[in-house]
């Protein structure tokens, strides 16, 4: 088992750019999230999928839009990029409340 | 709505010294709790949970949390520190449904707290 994936792991955007961050998992989860982490502010979630077909937003979504492709996979976009989105971005994913999300390696991303 | 407030976003032992790392949440109903440990550059892994059933919950490198109901807290322990346990530590509490009253486990952060370990 792979676990959590992300892709792309490092990413440089000039501003106004778009871009799609994947997340892929293996283990049947029902639900997906999306993460961004900042310095002293811990994780903050931006979206999340209770399970396939349904997506609700978190706490940060301005910016973002996400798109649950199937059960294993879900993506997050950024449609024209700014500074502020420079982030360090996690996929977690778990079964259901009762147990623990598992997280991705991250994306670094720079938006200049 | 809930919140997780962790007492300190730098804490530093020596080798061998007891690490206590404290959490503190808000819940409007009974929460799930969690601690997981980053190393730097890496996701965050489990370190421990509480959902039911005892309240002292042992978890992964030696470490154990206490859920303690009536002063709201969470906090996190290990006797000894070892070098290796050098990472920031966050505490999450976990307890919701969407719209549709479906249980999902979205996770409200704490700050997070930078654990160092010196000789």
């Known amino acids: 088992n792979a676990g959590v994936t992300q892709t792309p792991k490092f990413q440089v955007l000039k501003t106004g750019q778009s871009m799609t961050l994947q997340c892929a998992q293996d283990?049947?989860?029902?639900?997906m999230y999306w993460y961004r982490q900042d310095p002293g502010m811990g994780l903050r979630l931006i979206y999340y999928?209770?399970?396939?077909?349904?997506?609700d937003k978190g706490e940060v979504p301005n910016g973002y839009n996400v798109s649950r492709l199937n059960k294993r996979e879900f993506s997050l976009r950024l449609e024209s990029a700014a500074p502020s989105q420079t982030s360090v971005y996690f996929c977690?994913?778990?079964?259901?409340?009762?147990?623990?999300?598992?997280f991705g390696p991250g994306t670094r991303l720079t938006v200049t | 709505a809930q919140s997780v407030t962790q007492l300190g976003s730098h804490v530093s032992v020596s080798e061998g010294a007891l690490v206590l790392l404290r959490c503190n949440y808000s819940?409007?109903?009974?929460?799930?709790l969690f601690w997981y440990v980053q190393y730097p550059n890496q996701g965050l892994q489990l370190l421990l949970k509480?959902?039911?059933?005892?309240?002292l919950v042992k978890g992964i490198n030696g470490f154990e949390a206490e859920f303690k109901k009536s002063e709201t807290s969470f906090h996190l322990t290990k006797p000894s520190a070892h070098m290796s346990d050098a990472a920031e530590y966050f505490c999450?509490?976990?307890?919701?449904?969407?719209?549709?009253?479906?249980?999902?486990?979205?996770?409200?952060f704490g700050q997070g707290t930078i654990l160092t370990v010196h000789p």
């Open positions: 999928s209770a399970s396939e077909g349904t997506t």
């Open positions: 999450a509490v976990s307890r919701g449904t969407n719209a549709g009253g479906t249980s999902y486990g979205k996770l409200t």
């Open positions: 819940s409007s109903v009974p929460p799930y």
């Open positions: 283990m049947n989860h029902n639900s």
């Open positions: 509480y959902t039911t059933g005892a309240t």
């Open positions: 977690a994913s778990n079964r259901d409340i009762t147990y623990e999300q598992y």
